[in-house]
C-alpha cells in the first residue's frame, strides 16, 4: 500500500468533511510461486492506470453543498466511494486458500471482530442523520482476469465499464431508493468477444418501510433493464472455457511453491502478437483440451 492520506474538517457537532485517498493497493502471491509473473498481483491498479485505487469522501451539514454531486443540497450527508481502474486475476485456489486464512483461527477471530466494529460504526453514521441521506460507489473501470491456468498465459477476460451503486436513505427511517448502472460489459475468450455488442444494465430499486401494515406494502419492487444481448461462441472458446473450468476452478495445487508440474510447457508472454499466441495455443493446449473436453457429458452422451 503506498500513498495514503485522511483529512478531517469538523465545524461544530453537526458539519463535517472527511476526504481519505488509498493509493497503489496490491494484493500479490508469493514470489517464490510457480505462478506466471503476470497472474501474481492477485488485486491492484489495472496496467497504465495512476491516481488512488480508493478515494472516500463524506459531507455531512452546512459542508454537503460542497460536495460534487448534483442536487447535494437535497440530502442532509453525502458519502462516496470511488474507484480507479481495478484488476482482479482468479486462480480459484489461491481464492479459497486466501479466505480460509482470513476466516480461520486468530486472524478469523480478529477479522471478525474488525469487521463488526466498522459495521456498527457505519451504523451509527448513518443512524446519526435523521434527513435523506446519499450513499454512492462508482468505479471507471473493473477488468477479471480467469487464467485457464496458473501456468498458462491464456485467459477469460471480462471488462466493465463505469459502473454506479446508489442507494438513498430517506428522512425518518421512511424506506429508501437503490439504483445500479453498468455500460460497456465485453467478455473476450480466445482474443474474441464472447457477446456481439457491450453490455448495458439498470437496476431500480424501492425499499418500502419496514412499519407498513401489510406485507405486500413492505415488499421490495425491483425494475431491472437489460440491453440487446447476444453472444458468438467458436469451438476454440469452448475448449477454453472447458479447460478453464478443468485447470483452474477444478485445480486444488495454489502453485505457491515451486514444483514440477507434469503438464508444464514453454509458454508465450502475455502481449505477443496474435499470430503467435494461437500458434502456441495450438501446439501446447489442444491434445490436453482434448482430454478434458472427453470428460463432458451432454445430454448423458460422451
Given amino acids: 500500500m503506498s500513498n495514503t492520506d485522511l483529512r478531517l474538517v469538523s465545524k461544530g457537532e453537526n458539519s463535517t468533511r472527511v476526504t481519505a485517498g488509498m493509493g497503489d493497493m496490491r494484493l500479490e502471491s508469493s514470489k517464490e510461486g510457480s505462478i506466471l509473473p503476470e497472474y501474481k498481483t492477485v488485486l491492484g491498479l489495472a496496467p497504465n492506470s495512476s491516481g488512488n485505487l480508493l478515494t472516500v469522501n463524506y459531507f455531512k451539514g452546512d459542508v454537503v453543498a460542497s460536495s460534487s454531486k448534483e442536487h447535494a443540497e ?22 479459497v486458500m486466501l479466505v480460509d486464512y482470513v476466516t480461520e483461527g486468530i486472524l478469523g ?14 451504523r451509527g453514521v448513518a443512524e446519526a442523520v435523521s434527513g435523506r441521506q446519499l450513499y454512492q460507489i462508482q468505479a471507471s473501470a ?16 471480462f471488462c466493465v465499464g463505469n459502473t454506479t451503486v446508489q442507494y438513498i436513505k430517506l428522512e425518518n427511517d421512511s424506506g429508501g431508493e ?9 467478455i473476450e475468450v480466445c482474443n474474441e468477444s464472447l457477446v456481439l455488442h457491450p453490455i448495458k444494465m439498470t437496476a431500480d430499486v424501492i425499499i418500502p418501510p419496514q412499519d407498513c401494515e401489510s406485507e405486500d406494502a413492505r415488499a421490495i419492487k425491483m425494475n431491472i433493464v437489460l440491453s440487446q444481448v447476444a453472444f458468438s461462441l467458436t469451438n476454440n472458446q469452448f475448449s477454453q ?28 508472454p502475455l502481449g505477443n502478437s496474435h499470430d503467435d499466441v494461437a500458434g502456441a495455443q495450438t501446439r501446447k493446449t489442444q491434445p490436453q483440451r482434448s482430454l478434458v473436453l472427453k470428460r463432458f457429458t451432454h445430454a448423458g452422451v460422451t
Avoid: H, W
Wanted: net charge negative.
Fill in 74 to 95: 437535497e440530502y442532509d450527508a453525502v458519502a462516496e466511494l470511488i474507484f480507479c481502474p481495478i484488476q482482479f486475476v482468479f486462480i480459484q485456489a489461491q481464492i
Fill in 109 to 122: 477471530t480478529f477479522a471478525e471482530q474488525v469487521a463488526s466494529s466498522a459495521a456498527a460504526a457505519a
Fill in 142 to 157: 473493473l477488468r477479471l482476469i480467469i487464467p485457464e491456468s496458473a501456468q498458462d498465459c491464456f485467459y477469460t477476460d
Fill in 178 to 186: 437503490a439504483s445500479v448502472a453498468m455500460r460497456g460489459v465485453l
Fill in 241 to 268: 472455457i472447458m479447460y478453464t473450468l478443468e485447470k483452474n476452478i477444478g485445480q486444488k495445487d495454489t502453485f505457491l511453491r515451486m514444483g514440477e508440474d507434469p503438464e508444464e510447457d514453454t509458454v508465450v
